[in-house]
Structure formats: C-alpha cells, structure tokens
C-alpha cells in the first residue's frame, strides 16, 4: 500500500502563488506517473498535469504557462508549482500516483486533497 501526504494548499489573491507537495511512502513499488487532479465543487475531476519519471511534464491547457509539476524521484514527491492564479483556479487538488507492483499489476493512489481558493 502506497500512502499520500498532500499540503500547500490554502487562500490566495487572484495572481497570487501557491506551491503544491505530495510524499508518498509505503509499498515497494515502481511509480510510473505522478499526477494532480482538481475537482471544484459542482464540476467533474479533471486531470491538471502528469509528471512521468522522465521527460517533460504535459498540462491541461488552462494552466499552460502557469503551472509548473515536477518530480523528486528520490523522495517520491512531486510539486505543483501554480502561479498567476485565477478565481477558476479554486478547487480541491488531488496528487495521484500510479504504480506497477511485482506481479505487473497497475493500481492508482490518492492523496487526502487540499483546498485551494482563489478569491479576493
């Protein structure tokens, strides 16, 4: 079993920055991709970025430019750097981890989610 430890989120001013961390620790396992999610209440989840352990991270389109994941393959810890933040920004974030187990099983992982709101 793979435990997920979110924190970063919390109030912002629109424009404002906030820095997103997910730990996991647990279960000897492979991650293939970590990954953050937002649900906003009333709206389904969406998948805001992907941070595979190599090569360059891909974007839901509305932050392009302002959001930033990155990967510490060595702490299995991924960040979500957000930046010029919108009211539209405002949701729940969840960090999610997909891993391969000895047997090639895939299972995904989620943290406990963090509240971010963008409001003045």
């Known amino acids: 079993q793979v435990q997920l430890v979110e924190s970063g989120g919390g109030l912002v001013q629109p424009g404002g920055s906030l820095r997103l961390s997910c730990a996991a620790s647990g279960s000897r396992v492979s991650i293939l991709t970590m990954n953050w999610y937002r649900q906003a209440p009333g709206k389904q989840r969406e998948l805001v970025a992907i941070i595979a352990s190599s090569g360059s991270p891909v974007y839901q389109d509305s932050v392009k430019g302002r959001f930033t994941a990155s990967r510490d393959n060595a702490k299995n810890t991924v960040y979500l750097q957000m930046n010029s933040l919108k009211p539209e920004d405002t949701a729940v974030y969840y960090c999610?981890?997909?891993?391969?187990?000895?047997?090639?099983?895939?299972?995904?992982?989620w943290g406990q989610g963090t509240q971010v709101t963008v409001s003045s």
């Open positions: 999610n981890v997909r891993t391969l187990s000895g047997d090639l099983t895939v299972r995904d992982y």
